[in-house]
């Protein structure tokens, strides 16, 4: 099953609006990453907060984590057209031979103009 | 720096062939993740390396997926026979000491 659910599933916004998008975890982690993929591409990371962290800025890019709900936020400020993508949270654990990430089921967003 | 680089990038087979797809991951990372990604199922970890070491191949749907990664630089995943069902965009991906991951471009594999 999938470790990380996001909400929503899509997501429809005007350019320059805010955008934000849940995730929620089962299990405890080492830390919890998002990644961005555009249509037809590999996964791109963006951003990683560990579980020590309550919040993490990247450009554009708020991340907040709360371990006591085991849930993490993304905003994405200002959005443009090319935010375009869908974006998938991936917690880390560790497993003893190396780290494990699992993804979530990721948000669709789209950004017109 | 070349990144994670896949091939093919394509690959359009018969049932009951073999496939082979073919994963470089960057130079240095020591860890080393075959997905499968499909509208249904999502994105599934197939199985990973550490240091050449096949660490959890629990993802591996059946018998008929096979992975090896012989050296640093290389490694592979096999299906024999391919079904349909394989159908699926499949990612490699590596890692230096299990932080971010860096994605390949994906093989998109269609088993008629």
């Known amino acids: 099953s999938q470790q990380g659910e996001e909400d929503p599933q899509a997501l429809s916004i005007q350019e320059g609006e805010n955008a934000t998008m849940n995730c929620s975890y089962k299990t405890s982690i080492n830390n919890l990453q998002w990644y961005r993929q555009n249509s037809g591409r590999g996964l791109v990371h963006l951003i990683l907060i560990r579980s020590n962290e309550r919040e993490k800025h990247s450009g554009r890019l708020r991340v907040t984590l709360d371990t006591s709900k085991k849930s993490s936020s993304l905003l994405i400020t200002a959005s443009r057209a090319a935010d375009t993508a869908s974006y998938f949270c991936?917690?880390?654990?560790?497993?003893?031979?190396?780290?494990?990430?699992?993804f979530g089921t990721g948000t669709q967003l789209k950004v017109e103009l | 720096d070349a990144g994670v680089i896949q091939s093919p990038r394509h690959e359009v087979t018969e049932m009951g062939q073999e496939v082979t797809l073919r994963c470089k991951p960057i130079?240095?990372?020591?860890?080393l993740f075959w997905y499968r990604q499909t509208m249904m199922r999502g994105l599934e970890l197939l199985i990973y390396f550490n240091n050449n070491v096949p660490i959890d191949d629990s993802g591996m749907p059946e018998d008929r997926f096979s992975a090896k990664m012989p050296n640093a630089s290389f490694s592979t995943l096999k299906i024999q026979p391919s079904e349909p069902r394989d159908s699926a965009v499949y990612f490699c991906a590596s890692s230096l000491n299990g932080n971010e991951q860096f994605f390949g471009p994906g093989t998109r594999l269609t088993v008629l």
């Open positions: 130079s240095g990372h020591n860890s």
């Open positions: 991936a917690t880390t654990e560790f497993t003893g031979g190396g780290n494990k990430l699992t």
